[in-house]
């Protein structure tokens, strides 16, 4: 079993229907290329802009079973592949940042909200999640468990931990930020740590505060071909837009979960106590964090 993951690093266009009529054709570039699963950037029905006006941050959401998000899922059985589109999501008191995932039949598979919202900047205006989620995905090549986090989930450990543990074996990461060497790093770490696959799309250079280097990483840092360990990455995009196919060898993870040491293998959960304790202290205090 080799998934295909097309990576849409693709520049917003400047309203929602530009968004979509894009969003749809780079989904049928995506199966001309013989992707199995299509991933855009966050918030692609926005281009990712946050006004700072209540009201118009409103007025720009869209529900999760808007025309928006509902074409998406009438491509994806067309094509018979699985589609992750993300949106600014109506929600009350305010909208949220998310992901939905349909399988190749157009249905939902989950609808994950970013639970760690960027409230040091324009995401203070954007309600959190309040879990993750991970879904069994019927592909071409077969079934497999999927997940997601978006974007500064990433920077926390127990997010992509948390996946794990409920079964991901592929983790899909919608991302609107500079890719630079320690976020590259981060999702490096992520995936070796839990040993799964982790692919994730930026917007290209030209959007502000974006350079592209979307990346995907197998997580498998030993091989039986390999004598030392090896680079968990699949694939790093340049700065351009484009798309990029990211190849996983889910068989060959699956072995390798099944023999080493990393993941859920050799963890003692007793002894972590104190990393559900809500308490904050000094040097980590901010007057903007919200639980």
Do not use: W
């Not at 157009?106 to 960027?118: D, L, M, R």
């Not at 079934?143 to 592929?170: H, T, V, W």
């Not at 592209?212 to 790093?236: C, K, N, Q, W």
């Amino acid at each position: 079993m080799n998934l295909k993951v097309a990576l849409l690093q693709i520049m917003p266009e400047d309203s929602l229907e530009g968004n979509l009529q894009k969003g749809l054709e780079y989904c049928r570039k995506s199966k001309e290329m013989g992707a199995d699963i299509v991933l855009f950037p966050e918030m692609l029905s926005v281009g990712y802009d946050i006004p700072e006006d209540i009201d118009e941050l409103k007025t720009s959401a869209v529900s999760s079973d808007s025309t928006f998000v509902n074409s998406f899922g009438k491509l994806a059985k067309e094509l018979n592949m699985a589609i992750g589109i993300t949106f600014l999501e109506k929600y009350d008191p305010l909208p949220r940042n998310s992901i939905c995932l349909f399988d190749r039949f157009g249905n939902k598979v989950f609808t994950y909200a970013k639970v760690h919202t960027c409230d040091f900047g324009d995401e203070c205006r954007l309600a959190p999640g309040d879990d993750f989620y991970v879904g069994d995905l019927d592909t071409e090549q077969g079934n497999l468990k999927i997940g997601s986090m978006i974007c500064y989930d990433r920077e926390f450990p127990e997010s992509a931990r948390i996946l794990m543990l409920k079964g991901a074996e592929i983790i899909l990461v919608p991302n609107a930020c500079p890719m630079e060497i320690n976020r590259i790093s981060q999702l490096r770490g992520r995936a070796y740590e839990n040993m799964v696959g982790i692919a994730t799309v930026n917007y290209p250079k030209g959007k502000p505060d974006c350079n592209g280097h979307s990346t995907a990483f197998d997580g498998m840092v030993y091989s039986p071909s390999d004598s030392e360990s090896r680079d968990t990455l699949i694939i790093e995009a340049g700065e351009q837009e484009g798309i990029y196919i990211a190849d996983f060898p889910v068989d060959e993870i699956r072995k390798y979960r099944n023999s080493e040491v990393h993941g859920n293998a050799y963890r003692h959960p007793s002894k972590y106590k104190l990393l559900i304790s809500e308490n904050i202290e000094e040097p980590f205090i901010r007057k903007d964090y919200r639980k």
